[in-house]
C-alpha cells in the first residue's frame, strides 16, 4: 500500500503536503498528552494512597472549572480579532508550551506529603493542565474549516490524523507501562518529562505552518446567552454528544488496564499486549475508514460498530479471565469497531458546525469545537473517576497502597481478594459494554446525513443559495416552507 502522505494532492483539495503533515503530526503531541492523563492519571493516584473516592471526587470536581473555562474560552475564541487576521493558530502558539509546562506539574506530587497536600496539588495542577488544553483543542480541531472548504478534503485528513494520533497514544501507553513496571521500577515523573518534550516538539510546527484561507464571511461576537440558544437551536451536536458522553464516560477499560494485566494476568506489561491488538486495527481503518464512508453513512457504520462492542464484551464478560487465549481473541476482534469509532469519532463535530450555520445563519466554530474539547475533557475524568470511585467502594474490598510504580507494589506483597478482583473484571468489561448501550439509544436519534451536509457546506460558503440548498437536500431538518420564501426574499433583496 502507498504511503498516503506522499501521493499527489487530489485535484480540488486546498491544502499542501507540508501543511497536512503538520496538522498530522500535531495529533501525535496533542494525543500522547490527552492519552497520558486520561489513561494513567488514575494509575498515578492509586499510586499515592490517598482515598479513592476522594481522588475521584477531586477530578470531578476540577470538571467544574472545565465547565466554565470552556464555555468562557468558546465565547472568547468567536469574540477576540488577532491583528494578524488569524483566528486559530495565535492559540495554538501560547496553549503548546503551557500543556507541556502543566502536563509535568501534574506527575510531581511531593512524595509523602499528607492526603491532603497530595488532593490539593491534584486539583491545581489539573485546573492549569485543563484550561491550558482547552486553548489548544478548540482550535486545532476548528482549523480544518478554514484550512478548507472541501468535505472530502476534511474526511480525509481527520481520518488520516488518526494514524498520527495512535503513534502518540502507543508512545504514552509504553512508556507508562514499560518505565514503571515491575521490570524497570522508574516513576510517572520521567514519562511525563518524556512526553512533554515530545509534544511540544510535534505540536508546534503546526502553529507555524497550518494556513487559514477560508475565512468566514459573516460571523457573530457571542454572549453566554446567546451560545445556549444556539447550542439547543443544533439539535444534532447535543444529540451526538449526548451519546458521546454515556460511550466515553463509561469508557474506563483503559485507565485499569494496568491493574488488570497484574492482578488478573500476573504481569503488568501485558497491558502492551493489549494495547498491541488495538494499534493494527486502527492504523489499517485510518486508510479504510475515507474510502468506507463514499459508500456508507459515518451514522450508520458507527451504530454497526457500537452494536459490535456491545455483543462481544458481553460474551468476554461471560467467558471471564480465565483463559488468556480466549481474552485475546475476543479483545482483538472487539479492536475492529472500536477502532473504526475511533477514527469516525470527531468527524462528527464539522458536520454539526455546517449544519448550525446552515439553520441559523451564525458561523459558531468556536462554541462548535469547544463544546467537542469540554465532552472530551469531562468524560476523561468521569471514565478515571468511575473506575476509582467503584474500586473504592467498601464493598468492593479493594486493598489501597502508597508506592511509585509495580516494582514496590510486587515488594509490598499486598493481594486483593476473589471479590475485589470480579469487581475489577465487571469494571472493565462491562462498564464500556452499558456505556456503549446508553449511546446506542441516543445515536440512534441522529438523522443527518453526510450527503445533506456537503450540500449544507456548499451553500454556507456560497457555492449555492439557501432555495438550491432546501431543494437537493434530502430532509428539511426542521426548515419550513415559511422559512425557504423567506431565504428567496432576501436572495431577491440582494
Not at 457546506?457 to 430532509?475: M, P, Q, V, Y
Request: glycine content about 6%; overall charge positive; hydrophobic content about 50%.
Amino acid at each position: 500500500m502507498k504511503n498516503p502522505f506522499n501521493l499527489p494532492t487530489p485535484a480540488g483539495w486546498q491544502t499542501g503536503k507540508k501543511e497536512r503533515m503538520c496538522y498530522y503530526l500535531y495529533f501525535a503531541g496533542q494525543n500522547a498528552v490527552y492519552f497520558l492523563i486520561a489513561t494513567y492519571l488514575t494509575t498515578y493516584m492509586m499510586f499515592q494512597g490517598v482515598d479513592l473516592k476522594k481522588s475521584a471526587a477531586v477530578m470531578l470536581a476540577v470538571k467544574v472549572w472545565d465547565a466554565v473555562n470552556d464555555a468562557i474560552f468558546g465565547v472568547i475564541f468567536d469574540a477576540v480579532k488577532f491583528k494578524s487576521g488569524k483566528k486559530f493558530t495565535p492559540w495554538l502558539k501560547v496553549s503548546t508550551p503551557l500543556i507541556a509546562i502543566t502536563t509535568i506539574l501534574l506527575f510531581i506530587i511531593p512524595k509523602g506529603s499528607g492526603e491532603g497536600v497530595k488532593l490539593a496539588w491534584l486539583a491545581v495542577a489539573y485546573i492549569l493542565w485543563d484550561t491550558a488544553y482547552t486553548l489548544c483543542d478548540v482550535p486545532i480541531y476548528g482549523i480544518i474549516t478554514a484550512m478548507t472548504e472541501n468535505l472530502d478534503e476534511r474526511t480525509s485528513m481527520l481520518s488520516y490524523k488518526s494514524i498520527w494520533g495512535g503513534v502518540g497514544n502507543a508512545l504514552a501507553t509504553v512508556l507508562a507501562s514499560v518505565l514503571v513496571s515491575e521490570k524497570v521500577g522508574s516513576s510517572y515523573a520521567i514519562v511525563a518529562l518524556v512526553i512533554a518534550v515530545f509534544s511540544f516538539a510535534t505540536m508546534y510546527p503546526a502553529a507555524k505552518n497550518l494556513k487559514e484561507r477560508c475565512v468566514p464571511v459573516n460571523e457573530e461576537s457571542f454572549t453566554l446567552r446567546n451560545m445556549f440558544k444556539y447550542l439547543f437551536s443544533n439539535k444534532y451536536l447535543l444529540i451526538y454528544y449526548l451519546g458521546y458522553f454515556f460511550y466515553s464516560s463509561a469508557n474506563v477499560a483503559n485507565s485499569l488496564n494496568l491493574f488488570v494485566s497484574y492482578y488478573l494476568f500476573n504481569n503488568s506489561l501485558f497491558s502492551l499486549v493489549v494495547g498491541a491488538l488495538g494499534v493494527a486495527p486502527m492504523l489499517i481503518f485510518s486508510l479504510l475508514v475515507p474510502h468506507m464512508l463514499r459508500k456508507i453513512d459515518k451514522m450508520k457504520l458507527y451504530v454497526i460498530c457500537t452494536i459490535s462492542v456491545i455483543v462481544l464484551s458481553v460474551f468476554n464478560w461471560v467467558i471471564g479471565y480465565g483463559s488468556i487465549v480466549m481474552f485475546i481473541i475476543l479483545t482483538t476482534l472487539r479492536s475492529i469497531p472500536l477502532a473504526i469509532i475511533g477514527v469516525v469519532m470527531f468527524m462528527f463535530t464539522p458536520d454539526c458546525a455546517e449544519y448550525g450555520k446552515f439553520k441559523t445563519g451564525i458561523d459558531a466554530k468556536g462554541i462548535t469545537f469547544s463544546i467537542q474539547t469540554f465532552m472530551a475533557k469531562l468524560t476523561g475524568a468521569v471514565s478515571g473517576a468511575l473506575g476509582m470511585f467503584i474500586l473504592g467502594l467498601k464493598s468492593s474490598e479493594w486493598v489501597s497502597i502508597e508506592v511509585e510504580n509495580f516494582e514496590q507494589l510486587q515488594q509490598s506483597g499486598v493481594i486483593q481478594t476473589p471479590h475485589a478482583l470480579n469487581v475489577l473484571w465487571f469494571v472493565y468489561i462491562m462498564v464500556p459494554a452499558i456505556g456503549c448501550m446508553l449511546a446506542l439509544a441516543t445515536w440512534l436519534c441522529y438523522r443527518l446525513k453526510d450527503t445533506d451536509v456537503q450540500i449544507m457546506a456548499d451553500c454556507n460558503t456560497g457555492k449555492i443559495t439557501r432555495e438550491e440548498a432546501f431543494e437537493r437536500l434530502s430532509n428539511p431538518y426542521g426548515c419550513t416552507l415559511e422559512m425557504k420564501q423567506t431565504a428567496k426574499s432576501g436572495e431577491k433583496a440582494e
